[in-house]
């Protein structure tokens, strides 16, 4: 072994996200279920930070990351300021989050799967665009074989509504951060993926999509 050249991969960019991008990819789960904390990729080490600890009771209905090599910036938010006929929403400056869906018990964050995306929900997040893509994880014995969002049963796609606008709520104040615009189904949300691809593209300088092979 090279240990001169061992090292681990940075979540964010040098994990690659597949070789059939936008029908699979490969996510990074940060947190799960049972997580009673939030945890987030600290962007400058790799590692996983304690982001802060959940306010209330509510738990994040799936797994939760983000896709590797992407970037929420000016093309991803052109699709939520054309649904909502503005011009002044922009990018959360964050990788593209995603929600993978699975009957398994996963206990732990810091891991990559292999997901296929059905769909996501438009948030704002006061005015900037903060999608969350919606998949399943390849193979899932219960998930696996849902194709479209809308498939999914009203009180799953009802939970995540749920949790995403009201995980960012500060005990005692009245003012709700996140707002949620609409649902979409796969085409959109594979979309969504190839415009985040190309905002990444555009932050670091460089084409990334040979390296994603």
Request: net charge negative; glycine share 6%.
């Amino acid at each position: 072994m090279d240990y001169q050249n061992a090292h681990k991969s940075h979540p964010w960019h040098g994990i690659s996200l597949g070789d059939n991008v936008p029908e699979e990819v490969r996510a990074f789960i940060e947190i799960v279920p049972t997580d009673t904390v939030k945890y987030e990729v600290d962007k400058a080490s790799g590692y996983l930070s304690l982001d802060r600890p959940q306010k209330f009771s509510n738990i994040v209905p799936s797994l939760y990351g983000f896709l590797p090599r992407t970037y929420c910036s000016t093309k991803m938010a052109e699709l939520t300021n054309t649904a909502l006929a503005r011009y002044d929403i922009e990018g959360d400056g964050d990788p593209l989050d995603i929600c993978v869906l699975t009957e398994k018990d996963v206990t732990h964050g810091d891991i990559i799967v292999r997901a296929r995306p059905i769909g996501g929900l438009r948030l704002l997040d006061h005015n900037q665009a903060d999608d969350k893509i919606i998949a399943v994880l390849k193979n899932d014995a219960v998930y696996g074989n849902y194709n479209d969002i809308d498939e999914l049963p009203k009180d799953i796609i009802r939970r995540l509504i749920h949790y995403f606008t009201t995980y960012k709520d500060i005990p005692g104040e009245n003012t709700q951060r996140m707002k949620f615009v609409s649902i979409y189904g796969p085409d959109v949300a594979k979309d969504v993926i190839r415009r985040s691809i190309e905002d990444y593209m555009d932050y670091i300088g460089k084409d990334v999509t040979d390296d994603c092979k």
